[in-house]
């Protein structure tokens, strides 16, 4: 994957403290180098809820979303061209035939 493929989502379920992760999120990603590798800080979005993580994941209509989130999963996987379970569970999955199952980001590719 390029960077500017890459679009990562973020939950947090404390929106009262919503700002300073978003700043500490940023500033990991920027002191890593992934922001000047090529990820505009444009592309880090967060949200509160798992709907709302949802319906972001839909408007962007992804070719590929990996997350470990199931209800997340199974509200996106009839929506979504590839869609990924991430999970250290073995035998896990059931979410869907067509949801690929894998233990880890780096192990899928």
Do not use: W
């Amino acid at each position: 994957l390029l960077p500017n493929d890459v679009q990562l989502k973020l939950n947090n379920d404390k929106p009262y403290e919503q700002s300073k992760y978003e700043i500490d999120v940023i500033n990991l990603f920027d002191k890593s180098g992934i922001i000047s590798s090529g990820l505009g800080k444009h592309k880090i979005l967060f949200c509160t809820t798992k709907k709302g993580k949802s319906s972001m994941v839909r408007q962007l209509m992804p070719t590929l979303y990996m997350d470990n989130d199931e209800f997340v999963l199974k509200e996106l996987y009839q929506h979504l061209t590839e869609v990924v379970q991430i999970t250290p569970l073995l035998g896990a999955g059931g979410i869907a035939p067509t949801v690929f199952v894998s233990n880890s980001v780096q192990s899928y590719f």
